[in-house]
């Protein structure tokens, strides 16, 4: 489904990512593993169409999303960043009214379901919500326009082992839901738990570490 080829991604003069090639299939579980300043950030906003490469391609089911997020978007690309990707001073519920202008109200009620503490966190403000609260919220959000390909960078980090066990929870039932799932990590072991397809990034360098099987 998703397919990069020679994929590299300047930040100023230095590459960040360098020539890496990588494929995803429907409802497959990808993981980049690799230390901070890896290049996973940048790899993952590159796929979105929020970077634009240097050099190579990124294909999906064959039609180029490269350089656009208009593109990548529309075509089922969606991403929940490390930062959150939340509004700090809307509340859950403004957050959910904004989305039903730009998705399908089913969509967005269907994500919902995911995470019922939304519901009871409906009137406070993004800001107010704990870190994994945030987490979810970006990930309904992100689920709501239907993706075919959701990318999650650094999805756990800093949250408790009870929201986190939530999360890989949640993120292996979306593969079995037929969505792409790749998502980028400091960890081999949270990879290794969810029993990802797993790519190290090594000073930009990718290179695939586990085969499906």
């Known amino acids: 489904m998703l397919r990069v080829i020679g994929l590299t991604v300047h930040h100023g003069a230095m590459p960040a990512v360098r020539e890496a090639d990588l494929a995803v299939g429907p409802g497959q579980l990808h993981a980049l593993?690799?230390?901070n300043g890896a290049g996973k950030s940048t790899l993952l906003a590159a796929l979105a169409g929020?970077?634009?490469?240097?050099?190579?391609t990124i294909?999906?089911?064959g039609h180029p999303v490269t350089?656009?997020?208009y593109r990548a978007a529309p075509a089922g690309i969606a991403l929940v960043p490390q930062d959150g990707g939340v509004f700090p001073h809307l509340t859950v519920a403004e957050h959910f009214r904004l989305h039903r202008y730009t998705t399908n109200a089913s969509g967005l009620a269907e994500a919902g379901e995911l995470f019922p503490r939304l519901g009871e966190r409906s009137g406070l403000r993004a800001g107010m919500l704990s870190g994994g609260e945030q987490r979810m919220l970006a990930v309904t959000l992100a689920l709501a326009v239907r993706p075919r390909l959701l990318l999650l960078d650094e999805p756990t980090e800093g949250l408790a082992r009870e929201l986190a066990d939530t999360l890989h929870h949640h993120i292996t039932?979306?593969?079995?839901?037929?969505?792409?799932?790749?998502?980028a990590t400091p960890r081999p072991q949270e990879a290794a738990n969810l029993g990802a397809i797993t790519h190290t990034l090594d000073r930009g360098r990718l290179t695939t570490n586990q085969q499906e099987h």
Request: charged content about 20%.
């Open 173 to 183: 039932a979306l593969a079995g839901r037929e969505i792409a799932v790749l998502i």
């Open 33 to 35: 593993v690799g230390a």
């Open 59 to 61: 294909t999906l089911d």
């Open 50 to 56: 929020h970077l634009r490469p240097s050099i190579g």
């Open 67 to 69: 350089r656009s997020a």
